[in-house]
Nanobody
Framework: QVQLVESGGGLVQAGGSLRLSCVAS????????MDWYRQAPGKQREWVAG???????YYANSVKGRFTISRDNTKNTVYLQMNSLKPDDTGVYYC?????????WGQGTQVTVSS
């Protein structure tokens, strides 16, 4: 069983920055790939970034060069540093991981970018 808890969202002006955190409880964090997704109002949830157990990172084209995903296995935490935020980045941000046959999602944290 894995539980994921996101935090760090908020309201920010365009061009600003936020850092999201996702703390995982349960076993196997250090060997799991972790992903960030987001969902804007009226839109489907979309993948934003991922980080493997070996800390290889991957980004959606829409955030490449602006967002940075990282992890601290000693704290069972994955981060998403978001810079140069745009109104299109507005949405609920979720972290997600897979363990065995199961997929786990956090409850999400709201990010709102004003123009």
């Amino acid at each position: 069983q894995v539980q994921l808890v996101e935090s760090g969202g908020g309201l920010v002006q365009a061009g600003g920055s936020l850092r999201l955190s996702c703390v995982a409880s349960g076993s196997g964090f250090s060997i799991s790939t972790m992903d960030w997704y987001r969902q804007a109002p009226g839109k489907q949830r979309e993948w934003v970034a991922g980080i493997t157990s070996g800390s290889s990172t991957y980004y959606a084209n829409s955030v490449k060069g602006r967002f940075t995903i990282s992890r601290d296995n000693t704290k069972n935490t994955v981060y998403l540093q978001m810079n140069s935020l745009k109104p299109d980045d507005t949405g609920v941000y979720y972290c997600k991981t897979d363990s065995g046959r199961f997929t786990y999602w956090g409850q999400g944290t709201q990010v709102t970018v004003s123009s």
